[in-house]
């Protein structure tokens, strides 16, 4: 399995810049899409950026052309650089994983927390 550890929250003054990492190990080989979600209090977790094994990548509208997502495969890292930052980009940033390796694996990471002031 794959597992994953966030890191690079915190608090930021709106219009500031954030960038969060994600490192992964075990059987990082088998990773196919990586992806970052965020759960603010209160609402469900929704997708913010995703980046496939082949480099494709999408993203949430609220987020398009103030956050960008990339994965360096060699360090086994996903990262996503927050510009622009607003106070509604609040939440706790989880990363995940999905792949194959015997069978089809989804993994969490724990979690890091973002904190926006206005």
């Known amino acids: 399995q794959v597992q994953l550890v966030e890191s690079g929250g915190g608090l930021v003054q709106a219009g500031g810049s954030l960038r969060l990492s994600c490192a992964a190990s075990?059987?990082?080989?088998?990773?196919?899409?990586m992806s970052w979600y965020r759960q603010a209090p209160g609402k469900q977790r929704e997708l913010v950026a995703a980046?496939?094994?082949?480099?494709?990548?999408n993203y949430a509208d609220s987020v398009k052309a103030r956050f960008t997502i990339s994965r360096d495969n060699a360090k086994n890292t996903l990262y996503l650089q927050m510009n622009n930052l607003k106070p509604e980009d609040t939440a706790v940033y989880y990363c995940?994983?999905?792949?194959?390796?015997?069978?089809?694996?989804?993994?969490w990471g724990q979690g890091t927390q973002v904190t926006v002031s206005s």
């Open positions: 995940n994983a999905d792949g194959w390796f015997g069978k089809i694996f989804n993994s």
């Open positions: 075990g059987s990082t080989f088998a990773i196919n899409t």
């Open positions: 980046v496939s094994s082949s480099g494709s990548t």
